[in-house]
Nanobody
Framework: QVQLVESGGQWVLPGGSLRLSCVASGRTYDDAAMAWFRQSPGKEREFVAAIRWIGGRTLYEDSMKGRFTISRDNAKNTVWLQMSSLKPEDTAVYYC???????????????WGQGTQITVSS
């Protein structure tokens, strides 16, 4: 069973940058993709970005492309989400997820981390 542990969430000023980490353990060949989602109070969980372990192909939510960058290190079983030009509307709990396919739908991911809170505020 895959276990995911996120870290890096914190309070940050608007316009600031932040990098989230997600360490995966117990993954198998079928766990081919990793993704970041986020959820704000009262809103549905929202896709942010995804990446394939093999080859590194990426997928982004259009509104976040250019500000957010997803990357991975296979040897460290770690995925990062580098975020820049942060806005108050980026405030949310950010989750990493593991699945067999790189897709935008949260239902396509089998394993989830506990989430890490990002607050963008002055």
């Amino acid at each position: 069973q895959v276990q995911l542990v996120e870290s890096g969430g914190q309070w940050v000023l608007p316009g600031g940058s932040l990098r989230l980490s997600c360490v995966a353990s117990g993954r198998t060949y079928d766990d081919a993709a990793m993704a970041w989602f986020r959820q704000s109070p009262g809103k549905e969980r929202e896709f942010v970005a995804a990446i394939r372990w093999i080859g590194g192909r990426t997928l982004y939510e259009d509104s976040m492309k250019g500000r957010f960058t997803i990357s991975r290190d296979n040897a460290k079983n770690t995925v990062w989400l580098q975020m820049s030009s942060l806005k108050p509307e980026d405030t949310a709990v950010y989750y990493c997820a593991s699945g067999s396919y790189m897709r935008r739908n949260s239902n396509d991911y089998n394993y989830w981390g506990q989430g890490t809170q990002i607050t963008v505020s002055s």
